[in-house]
C-alpha cells in the first residue's frame, strides 16, 4: 500500500476478510513485518502522530485588543492632540484606550488547546510483533503493516483491523460518546456499518477495558478515526458571535457618522465663525471624543464577565467571554443522550415471569422502590418465581453499590449488573450472600455469567445473561405451579413489547444441582436451566430536565437529541422527555446516505438522531446553521469536539468529558445536566437585556456632549465642555453607573419570548428615538446652564465645572429610567439592585474630587464652587427623571 494510497484510504477493513487485509497490507500474521520494510513504510506514510495546532502567543492576544474601528479613531485623535502640544488631553485619551485593551486581554482566556489534547491522548508505547520477535516500540514508530498485541489497560495506537480476539471489550466512548464497553471480535461486519458496529476494528485513542487481541495496524496518524477528528477541527473556522457582529458593525457606522459630521462642523467653523484653527482642532477633537463611548467595551466586557459569574453559581462555566449572552440567541439545543439528558445510572424498571409483569420503582442505584403489579404494591417475599429471581440477581453478579463521601449511591462494576444488584437490594435481599463455590465470568462468547451458590443444604446455579442465549440452555420455565415447558412464543412476544420501550434485557435462570458438586462448565450448562424471567433495564430520564425541556418550548428554544445509541432507545427515552413523538428517528446509515441539500430540509422535521458518528454530528450542525438556525450542541467525546467548535455554543460535560471536548466548546456544564443550559439560556438572556440597556444608558451621555459642541460652534460661542472633561464624563459615568446596570437582576418574563433575531440590530427604533430624545434633553439643559451662567457674570471655569456637573447629574438620574426600558421605574423592584445605589454614592463623591480637589482642577481645569450652584445640576436631573418616566408612560400608552 503506497503513502497516497493511505491518503486517501477507501479500504473498509472492517468489511473484508482477514486474510484480504493481510494480503492488502503486505504483512505476515506470524511474524509482522521486517525492520528494513518498517523503515520504508516510515519513510512513505510519516510518524504515527498528530501534527501540533497553531497556537497565538500572548502578545498576539494583546494587540488584538486595539483591532477596533472606534479606537483606530481615538488613537487619531490622540495622535492630533499631541502634535498640538494638548499632552493632558493626549495621555487621558492614551489612559482610556490602555485600560480598556487591558481588561479585554485579561478576560480573554487561555488560547485553544483542542489538538494539542488529541495529540496526548495517543499512546506512548505499543507491543509489535517484527522479524517474528515481539518487541516495545514508540507508538510515533507504527506503520500500516504492524502487528500490534493488545490487553486489558492498553491504550490503542492506531487504528487495527483486529485477526485473533479473546474477550475482548473496548471502551468507545472518546469515539462515540458511548460509556458501555464494546465487544469485539474479527468477524468481518456491514461495509456500511458506523464507527459503533464496526466490532472487527480497535480505533486510535480508545482503552482496551477487558481481555486480549491481536491486529494489523491499518490506519496511522492523520488517518486514524482520531486524526481525522483532528482535521475537522483545523478545517473547523471560528465564529463570531451574534453580538460582536452587531457591535462591529454600530462601531463601523459610528464612526463614519462621527468623522463625517466632525469634518463638517470644522467646515462650517471654519468658514462662517471667527474661531482660530487651534481652537477648531480642539473643538473637532472634542466632538469626535464625545462621540465615541469610550466607556463601552469596557463596560461590555465587565457586564460579560459578571454574567460568567452568575452562570457559573448555577453549574455552568463559560471558557469565552463573548459567548455568553450567545447563549441567549440560541434557537435550537443538539443534546446528547447518555448523562445528560439521562441520569447515565442503568435501573430495572420491569420484570417479566410466566405469568406475571412487575414495575420496579425508583431511579438509579439508591436502593428503595416498590414492587408493584397492575399499579398494586406487593411483597416480593410472597411471590414464589419473583423472589428466586431476585435472588438469583443478587447472587449473579460482581458488582458493588455503596455510599460516597457525599452520600449519594455509586457503582463499582459494570452499569447492568449495579442495575440487577440494586434490584434486589430493593427487595431486602442485600444481606442475601450464599456461599460462591465457582463461578464461569461473563464472556462475548457465551453472553452469560453463572455462579455455583451453597444455599442452606442445597447447592444452585444462577445464571444471567442475554435472553436469546439463557433461552437456549434452559429446558424448563418457573411458576407459581412449578416447573412447565417453555413457551418461547411467549417470550419473544415479550422481548419485543420491552425492546420498544427502549429498555435492554437481560434473563435470568437456576437449577439445583447435585450436593458433591464443587465447579461448573460451560458445557454442563446446556439445556439443563429453568427459566425465571426477563428484567428491562433503562438509563432514566432527569426529572429535572422534563421540566427544562417544557421551558425550552414556550421560550422558543428547539431541542434535538443526538446519540450513538439504537434508534428505538432514543425514541423511548424521546418520548418520556417530550422530545419528538417517540414514533420518528434518522439513524446514521440514513445521513450517510443524504446530501448536504436534502439534509437541510429534513433536519426540520427530525428530532432524535441515533447511531451517530462525528461527521453526522458536524453535518447536523451545518445544516441547522445553513437553515438560519443559532445552535448550541452538546458533547463529551473526542468525536464531539469538531462539532462542538462548529457550533455557535459547544456545550462540554464537566464530569466525563475529555479534555479534548473541553477545549473545544465555549461552555462547560459542571454537573453534565441539560437543565444547566436552561439556566445558562436565561442568564445569556438577562446579559443581552443588560448590555442593550447599558446602551441605552452610555450613547445619550455622548449624543449630549456632541450636541453641545455642536450648538457651540453653530452659536459662534465657547466651548461649554473641553475634550479632557468630556473623557472625565464619560469614563466616569461608564465605572460607576453604567457599571451597575450590569448586576440588573432577570426580568420576570426573560423566559416567556422567543429567542432575538441573528440579523436584529442591537438598536431598534425605539431605542434610536429614545437615545436621540435624551440626548436633545440633557444637552439642552447642560448648555442652557452654562449659557445662563456665564450671561450672568459666571466665570468661564466656574460655569463649565457646573455645566460638567448637569451632564453628570442628567445620567445619575437617567440611569433609574434606564432600569426599566418600557415600563416605569418607580413601583415593585425599585430597590433589589444595591449596586445602583452603591454606583450614585461613588459619583457624587468623584464628582465632589473632581470640583474640589486642587490637582483636579489643574488637570481638568474646573473650580471649586459654592453649595449654591449644586442645585443647577440637581433640577436638571430631575427634570430629566420625570420627562423620560412620562416619556415611557405615553409610549406604552401609544403602542397598546
Known amino acids: 500500500m503506497t503513502k497516497d494510497k493511505q491518503t486517501t484510504d477507501k479500504n473498509k477493513w472492517h468489511a473484508m476478510n482477514i486474510d484480504d487485509v493481510l494480503k492488502e497490507l503486505q504483512s505476515d500474521k506470524e511474524n509482522g513485518l521486517s525492520e528494513k520494510e518498517v523503515q520504508q513504510r516510515l519513510e512513505d506514510y510519516g510518524s504515527n502522530e498528530i501534527p501540533k495546532g497553531k497556537t497565538r502567543s500572548w502578545w498576539k492576544r494583546l494587540l488584538l485588543q486595539f483591532h477596533n474601528v472606534l479606537i483606530y479613531v481615538l488613537m487619531a485623535a490622540a495622535i492630533i492632540t499631541a502634535l498640538m502640544g494638548h499632552w493632558i488631553d493626549t495621555w487621558v485619551i492614551v489612559a482610556v484606550i490602555l485600560i480598556n485593551a487591558l481588561i479585554g486581554f485579561i478576560q480573554e482566556g487561555?488560547?485553544?488547546?483542542?489538538l494539542e489534547g488529541i495529540r496526548d491522548m495517543l499512546s506512548l508505547d505499543s507491543v509489535v510483533v517484527r522479524d517474528g520477535n515481539k518487541q516495545t516500540v514508540e507508538a510515533e514508530n507504527l506503520v500500516p503493516g504492524d502487528i500490534v498485541m493488545l490487553k486489558s489497560g492498553n491504550k490503542i495506537p492506531a487504528d487495527v483491523r483486529l485477526i485473533q480476539s479473546k474477550d475482548f471489550r473496548v471502551e468507545e466512548s472518546p469515539l462515540t460518546g458511548e460509556s458501555t464497553a464494546v465487544e469485539k471480535n474479527t468477524y468481518k461486519v456491514d461495509d456500511d456499518a458506523i464507527i459503533g458496529d464496526q466490532t472487527s476494528m480497535a480505533f486510535s485513542g480508545t482503552v482496551v477495558v477487558y481481555g486480549k487481541a491481536k491486529g494489523v495496524v491499518v490506519r496511522t496518524g492523520l488517518n486514524t478515526e482520531i486524526g481525522k477528528i483532528n482535521k475537522m477541527i483545523s478545517d473547523v473556522e471560528d465564529i463570531t458571535t451574534p453580538l460582536l457582529q452587531q457591535i462591529e458593525k454600530f462601531g463601523k457606522w459610528l464612526s463614519l457618522i462621527i468623522l463625517l459630521i466632525t469634518a463638517a462642523f470644522f467646515a462650517f467653523g471654519y468658514f462662517f465663525r471667527d474661531y482660530e484653527i487651534t481652537e477648531l482642532f480642539l473643538a473637532a477633537i472634542g466632538l469626535i471624543v464625545a462621540s465615541i463611548p469610550e466607556g463601552l467595551p469596557a463596560i461590555m466586557t465587565i457586564t460579560l464577565a459578571i454574567g460568567v459569574q452568575r452562570m457559573a453559581s448555577r453549574n455552568a462555566i463559560i471558557r469565552r467571554l463573548p459567548s455568553v449572552e450567545t447563549l441567549g440567541a440560541v434557537n435550537v439545543i443538539c443534546s446528547d443522550k447518555t448523562g445528560t439528558l439521562t441520569r447515565n445510572e442503568m435501573t430495572v424498571q420491569t420484570i417479566i415471569t410466566s405469568e406475571k409483569e412487575y414495575k420496579v420503582e425508583g431511579t438509579g442505584y439508591n436502593p428503595e422502590g416498590k414492587f408493584l403489579v397492575d399499579d398494586e404494591e406487593i411483597n416480593p417475599k410472597d411471590d414464589r418465581v419473583l423472589w428466586q429471581l431476585l435472588q438469583t440477581a443478587r447472587v449473579s453478579n460482581n458488582a458493588e453499590i455503596g455510599k460516597d463521601e457525599d452520600g449519594n449511591w455509586k457503582l463499582t462494576g459494570a452499569p447492568t449488573e449495579g442495575a440487577m444488584l440494586t434490584m434486589s437490594y430493593k427487595a431486602g435481599l442485600k444481606d442475601f450472600k450464599p456461599k460462591r463455590i465457582d463461578t464461569i465470568p461473563f464472556e462475548s462468547d457465551h453472553k452469560y455469567m453463572a455462579t455455583l451458590n451453597k444455599v442452606d443444604n442445597e447447592k444452585i446455579i444462577f445464571l444471567t445473561g442475554a435472553p436469546e442465549?439463557?433461552?437456549?440452555?434452559?429446558?424448563?420455565?418457573?411458576?407459581?405451579?412449578?416447573?412447565?415447558?417453555?413457551?418461547?412464543?411467549?417470550?419473544?412476544?415479550?422481548?419485543?413489547?420491552?425492546?420498544?420501550?427502549?429498555?435492554?434485557?437481560?434473563?435470568?435462570?437456576?437449577?439445583?444441582?447435585?450436593?458433591?458438586?464443587?465447579?461448573?462448565?460451560?458445557?454442563?450448562?446446556?439445556?439443563?436451566?429453568?427459566?425465571?424471567?426477563?428484567?428491562?433495564?433503562?438509563?432514566?430520564?432527569?426529572?429535572?430536565?422534563?421540566?427544562?425541556?417544557?421551558?425550552?418550548?414556550?421560550?422558543?428554544?428547539?431541542?434535538?437529541?443526538i446519540t450513538g445509541d439504537h434508534a428505538i432507545t432514543a425514541k423511548a427515552i424521546g418520548k418520556k422527555l417530550g422530545i419528538g413523538n417517540g414514533e420518528k428517528a434518522l439513524v446514521g446509515r440514513e445521513l450517510e446516505e443524504m446530501s448536504d441539500e436534502k439534509l437541510r430540509k429534513v433536519v426540520s422535521e427530525y428530532d432524535i438522531y441515533a447511531r451517530t458518528s462525528p461527521e453526522h454530528k458536524l453535518r447536523l450542525v451545518t445544516a441547522l446553521q445553513e437553515n438560519g438556525k443559532l445552535a448550541a450542541m452538546t458533547g463529551d467525546g473526542v468525536n464531539d469536539a469538531p462539532a462542538l467548535k462548529k457550533a455557535n455554543i459547544g456545550i462540554a460535560m464537566g464530569i466525563k468529558g475529555t479534555e479534548v471536548s473541553k477545549d473545544a466548546a465555549e461552555m462547560v456544564l459542571a454537573d453534565d445536566n441539560f437543565a444547566t443550559i436552561v439556566n445558562a439560556i436565561e442568564e445569556g438572556r438577562t446579559v443581552y437585556d443588560n448590555i442593550r440597556k447599558a446602551l441605552l444608558f452610555i450613547l445619550p451621555t455622548n449624543g449630549a456632549e456632541a450636541l453641545v459642541l455642536m450648538s457651540a460652534i453653530l452659536l459662534g460661542i465657547v466651548m461649554p465642555i473641553t475634550p479632557a472633561q468630556i473623557l472625565w464624563v464619560n469614563m466616569v459615568t461608564a465605572i460607576t453607573l453604567a457599571l451597575a446596570l450590569s448586576f440588573e437582576p432577570m426580568e420576570e418574563n426573560?423566559?416567556?419570548?422567543?429567542?432575538?433575531?441573528?440579523?436584529?440590530?442591537?438598536?431598534?427604533?425605539?431605542?434610536?428615538?429614545?437615545?436621540?430624545?435624551?440626548?436633545?434633553?440633557?444637552?439642552?439643559?447642560?448648555?442652557?446652564?452654562?449659557?445662563?451662567?456665564?450671561?450672568?457674570?459666571?466665570?468661564?471655569?466656574?460655569?463649565?465645572?457646573?455645566?460638567?456637573?448637569?451632564?453628570?447629574?442628567?445620567?445619575?438620574?437617567?440611569?433609574?429610567?434606564?432600569?426599566?426600558?418600557?415600563?416605569?421605574?418607580?413601583?415593585?423592584?425599585?430597590?433589589?439592585?444595591?449596586?445602583?445605589?452603591?454606583a450614585a454614592g461613588a459619583l457624587l463623591l468623584l464628582q465632589s474630587a473632581f470640583v474640589y480637589i486642587p490637582f483636579m482642577n489643574t488637570f481638568f481645569k474646573t473650580s471649586p464652587i459654592d453649595f449654591y450652584y449644586w442645585l443647577y445640576p440637581l433640577i436638571a436631573g430631575l427634570v430629566v427623571f420625570i420627562i423620560v418616566e412620562l416619556e415611557k408612560v405615553l409610549v406604552l400608552k401609544w403602542t397598546k
Open 110 to 114: 487561555k488560547a485553544e488547546k483542542a
Open 469 to 561: 442465549r439463557i433461552l437456549e440452555i434452559c429446558s424448563k420455565q418457573y411458576s407459581a405451579d412449578g416447573e412447565q415447558d417453555i413457551d418461547e412464543d411467549y417470550w419473544t412476544e415479550k422481548m419485543e413489547e420491552i425492546a420498544a420501550k427502549g429498555q435492554r434485557l437481560l434473563a435470568a435462570a437456576f437449577n439445583i444441582t447435585s450436593k458433591d458438586r464443587s465447579e461448573i462448565e460451560k458445557d454442563d450448562l446446556e439445556k439443563q436451566k429453568i427459566f425465571l424471567g426477563l428484567v428491562g433495564i433503562i438509563d432514566p430520564p432527569r426529572d429535572e430536565v422534563i421540566e427544562a425541556i417544557k421551558e425550552c418550548k414556550s421560550a422558543g428554544v428547539e431541542v434535538k437529541m
Open 750 to 838: 426573560v423566559m416567556d419570548r422567543l429567542p432575538r433575531a441573528q440579523d436584529e440590530a442591537i438598536l431598534g427604533k425605539y431605542f434610536i428615538w429614545r437615545i436621540a430624545f435624551v440626548s436633545f434633553l440633557i444637552g439642552g439643559l447642560t448648555l442652557g446652564v452654562f449659557n445662563y451662567l456665564t450671561n450672568n457674570g459666571v466665570e468661564e471655569i466656574a460655569a463649565r465645572t457646573v455645566a460638567v456637573n448637569t451632564l453628570v447629574f442628567g445620567q445619575l438620574f437617567y440611569l433609574f429610567n434606564c432600569r426599566k426600558i418600557k415600563h416605569p421605574s418607580l413601583g415593585e423592584g425599585f430597590f433589589n439592585n444595591k449596586y445602583a445605589f452603591m
